[in-house]
């Protein structure tokens, strides 16, 4: 259970010395929370820390709120300080200052990060908006630990339940990963009953507690709803048809409007919004701003047709971002888009809407529904051959579809019509449409084709399609990464070392690449290299079973019993089928004198993998020890009859015939 601090005094929050860790402060919004943790704030200013105050509410400070005006606070100083820091992190800081955009230079922009339009046709996984999450927390970790390693910190986050996905987020990782070092507290304020979930929010290594303190809850301010509008008017028109003055701006123009009872304003700042989030794949923070969009749409949509269908997409994007396949269907069964789409609609709305219902079931659905999704793939045809649309764009969308299809045949295990369908479909825009149009769609065919060779085991071919594709786009991480994973798998290691580096130059970090890296190195028998990158995997992402593994191989190699021990059980508590890491804990607590629970570990990983003869021989050794030799005899006689290797035969012979000797 949380324990309830007193309001005043507070040793643990208030000293200088105290240690890191999150306050949650559970009562009424409003002025005097707010004055609350302003106060515990100054107690802690007195006592040495540097110290900030920010609200974390979503409406008001849209999927950043608090990071943003946190780091808005600190970016000219470390501008100042450490130049190479902001250069470093410019794509991380522009995603939660969009104002600095003109200001910072984001090198490294792909194919996806500059598709414009129609030719925008792929979006980036949820996952990659976290690590921008990650690169800002390693901007603030260099900069303070050179800068100020002794100051403490401390960040009153007023409104934390109401935090967006991506802003909470940030601030959550920031505690684990990060909170010790920094020296950095974190009052969390919080609506009287959230505590507990917001507590259990935070990961269990970040000491959490919780003080409720006795504020009068405040009435409800009467709200001045002309003087909000005319705030949101001369925002609107200071703002003009500036693109980045407007997303810098959408949330206070949403919150002013809504203010102003303005649904129509509402209707067309949401609607901004929420296509903005979606390109920037915060998905869920997207659903979020869109809700009560469709509501206004009859009224103030202004009975367009398209605005409505352009509506349904927006949401179907998040459903399939969220990857809720089940959220997505029953959604486009309540706006009747499942019926208009039986009854062969043509736009090319209605054609684009097709493949979204396809991918929700062939893709996201679990099990998923390869039939259902076919077939809206081909009423996606039938409507492209009855449609209007200009030449160009009826091949470029009979292409998209056709890809679905690739897709499905994939899954389905028929790899060669997979291919043939990314085939055609390169050939069919090579031969109708100028070598400008669609790069990114001709990419990720070519990439398509790439995946599919990796997954049948033809390496070269893969490889082949692979270096074809980053000639198209060559600061796409991710390409490195898995080119990488293939030279490792043929054994090629510096040339998957060399891709594994380039991905982690090319993006924020990821902990999939550093554990690549990590298994790269061991096998290239760079031991203290490969600790250091499953480390960072590991920061990245604690509960990694093949991470925690490999380093505890790499301590192993290394003579570290403890460390390497301390591994294997971290891996096999998150992963228990594991047998090799069971087998290899029951050597070193062998060679630690440990027999009882060596024991132990061979009896589970011979459970887990009963064809293994060395299990079976290395445990004999142990029940030897043990002094229990008939036990001992029948593991060398199951190893010798699961052993394939004549010379191994023969020396588990010899052992036999010494432990009979024994047992008799």
Excluded at 115 to 123: T, W, Y
Excluded at 371 to 398: N, Q, V
């Amino acid at each position: 259970m949380a324990s309830v601090i007193p309001i005043r005094n507070e040793p643990e929050f208030t000293s200088a010395a105290s240690p890191a860790g999150v306050l949650i402060v559970e009562a009424p919004a409003g002025i005097a929370r707010r004055r609350w943790m302003e106060q515990r704030l100054a107690e802690r200013a007195e006592a040495g820390a540097r110290t900030w105050s920010v609200c974390c509410d979503f409406d008001s400070g849209g999927p950043w709120a608090g990071a943003n005006t946190f780091f808005w606070s600190v970016v000219g100083e470390i501008e100042a300080q450490r130049p190479d820091l902001v250069e470093r992190h410019a794509a991380e800081l522009v995603q939660v200052l969009p104002q600095l955009t003109g200001a910072l230079k984001v090198g490294s922009r792909n194919l996806t990060d500059t598709a414009q339009g129609q030719e925008k046709v792929r979006n980036y996984a949820a996952d990659r908006a976290f690590r921008f999450v990650h690169g800002l927390i390693d901007l603030l970790d260099s900069w303070k630990s050179a800068a100020c390693p002794e100051v403490p910190w401390a960040i009153g986050c007023d409104d934390f339940d109401k935090a967006g996905r991506i802003g909470g987020h940030f601030f959550r990782e920031l505690m684990r990963r990060r909170g010790e070092r920094l020296r950095l507290s974190l009052l969390a304020g919080v609506a009287p009953g959230e505590g507990e979930e917001v507590r259990a929010s935070f990961h269990a290594a970040v000491r959490t507690r919780t003080a409720k303190p006795n504020l009068v809850e405040e009435a409800p301010r009467a709200v001045d709803r002309e003087a909000a509008a005319r705030q949101a008017t001369e925002i609107e028109e200071k703002n003009g048809d500036d693109f980045l003055k407007k997303q810098v701006q959408v949330s206070d123009l949403i919150r002013l409007w809504r203010r102003a009872n303005r649904p129509d304003k509402l209707f067309r700042w949401k609607g901004f919004a929420m296509a903005l989030y979606l390109h920037q794949g915060l998905y869920e923070d997207a659903l979020r701003v869109g809700e009560g969009l469709l509501e206004l749409l009859p009224e103030h949509g202004h009975n367009d047709p398209k605005l409505r269908l352009w509506t349904i997409m927006k949401f179907l994007n998040g459903y399939m971002g969220t990857q809720d396949a089940p959220a997505g269907i029953r959604f486009a069964e309540s706006v009747a888009v499942l019926k208009e789409l039986e009854d062969g609609k043509a736009t090319q709305e209605h054609i684009q809407l097709c493949f979204q219902i396809a991918m929700l079931y062939a893709r996201y659905q679990k099990p998923r529904d390869y039939a259902k999704g076919e077939a809206y793939l081909d009423r996606g045809i039938a409507l492209i051959e009855k449609s209007d649309l200009p030449e160009e764009d009826r091949h470029f969308e009979y292409v998209f579809n056709r890809n679905g299809v690739a897709m499905i045949r994939n899954f389905q295990g028929r790899y060669q019509e997979a291919i043939d369908l990314c085939r055609a479909g390169i050939e069919r825009l090579n031969t109708h449409l100028g070598s400008d149009k669609h790069r990114l769609h001709r990419s990720v065919l070519v990439y398509n084709i790439a995946q599919v060779y990796f997954v049948t085991g033809a390496y070269a071919e893969a490889i082949e399609n692979f270096t074809a594709v980053m000639a198209m786009d060559p600061n796409y991480s991710e390409y490195y990464n898995e080119r990488g994973n293939i030279f490792l798998r043929v054994g090629r290691l510096e040339e998957a070392r060399a891709d594994y580096l380039r991905a982690i130059e090319l993006s924020a970090p990821y902990y999939e690449v550093f554990t690549n890296l990590g298994q790269c190195y061991r096998r290239l028998g760079a031991m203290p290299e490969a600790i250091e990158a499953y480390s960072r995997a590991l920061d990245l992402e604690p509960n990694q079973a093949l991470a925690l593994a490999g380093r505890a191989k790499a301590y192993e190699e290394l003579g570290d019993r403890e460390a390497a021990i301390a591994d294997y059980s971290a891996a096999l508590a998150r992963d228990p089928k594991q047998w090799e890491a069971f087998a290899s804990r029951g050597v070193l607590r062998y060679e630690a004198g440990d027999l009882d629970r060596a024991l132990t570990d061979f009896d589970r990983a011979a459970e887990l993998a009963p064809d293994q003869a060395g299990l079976y021989q290395n445990r004999s050794i142990v029940l030897q020890d043990l002094a229990r030799p008939k036990e001992a005899v029948r593991d060398l006689e199951t190893a010798l009859r699961l052993s394939a290797s004549e010379e191994h035969r023969q020396a588990l012979q010899e052992r036999l015939e010494t432990a009979l000797s024994a047992a008799s």
